[in-house]
């Protein structure tokens, strides 16, 4: 199975902040990487698919980079809605697997 | 609009038996895999099983592989899980899950069903 190690498990930053949260595949998985949102109670929804693309109509504030074992999901400037758990997940093989979230607390 | 709406969660004993259901609208279902994802209270997300489009190819994680069947009826648009030997750590939120393009992309999720494994 292909690991997926999401880093940091959690954090805390203020409305308008940088905020950047990695993923690490323990092999290379291209660019079939996906970056759900989770807020509480709710299903995860899809932000950014195959690495860097934006979901339809979602702010262009999120965005993801990186192919192969490493990625990076970025929200250039934090809102009070965006308090949530993020996941990144691998589509190259089954078993689909995701890592293991980052809590995303606002200050 | 796509929409995915689980049904036949509840509270089961351990080695019980439940069949989870998901009716699938907005989109042609025949066209689609279609997968299952469990999140335990609290932890995160788990991937449990996957059908393709046409019924014919299945998947199960190691965990649940020999007691959960998946299967579909492309006629009625609807996702099947039947679980049997239910463990008290297959309690969890049952999300049913859409692909895209490609089979394993993940995009689009209900909104989950909970199952209680317990006494």
């Known amino acids: 199975d292909i690991q997926m190690t999401q880093s940091p498990s959690s954090l805390s930053a203020s409305v308008g902040d940088r905020v950047t949260i990695t993923c690490q595949a323990s092999q290379d998985i291209s660019k079939y990487l996906n970056w759900y949102q989770q807020k509480p109670g709710k299903a995860p929804k899809l932000l950014i698919y195959?690495?860097?693309n934006l979901e339809t109509g979602v702010p262009s504030r999120f965005s993801g980079s990186g192919s192969g074992t490493d990625f990076t999901f970025t929200i250039s400037s934090l809102q009070p809605e965006d308090l949530a758990t993020y996941y990144c997940q691998q589509y190259d093989n089954l078993p689909i697997t995701f890592g293991q979230g980052t809590r995303l607390e606002i200050k | 609009e796509v929409q995915l709406v689980e049904s036949g969660g509840g509270l089961v004993q351990p080695g019980g038996s439940l069949r989870l259901s998901c009716s699938a609208s907005g989109f042609t279902f025949s066209s689609f895999a279609m997968h299952w994802v469990r999140q335990a209270p609290g932890k995160g997300l788990e991937y449990v099983s996957a059908?393709?489009?046409?019924?014919?190819?299945?998947y199960y994680a190691d965990s649940v592989k020999g007691r959960f069947t998946i299967s579909r009826d492309n006629s009625k648009n609807t996702l099947y899980v039947q679980m049997s030997s239910l463990r008290a750590e297959d309690t969890a939120v049952y999300y049913c899950v859409k692909s895209s393009g490609h089979p394993y992309n993940l995009d689009y999720w209900g909104q989950g069903t909970l199952v209680t494994v317990s006494s």
């Open positions: 059908i393709g489009s046409n019924g014919g190819s299945t």
């Open positions: 195959d690495a860097s």
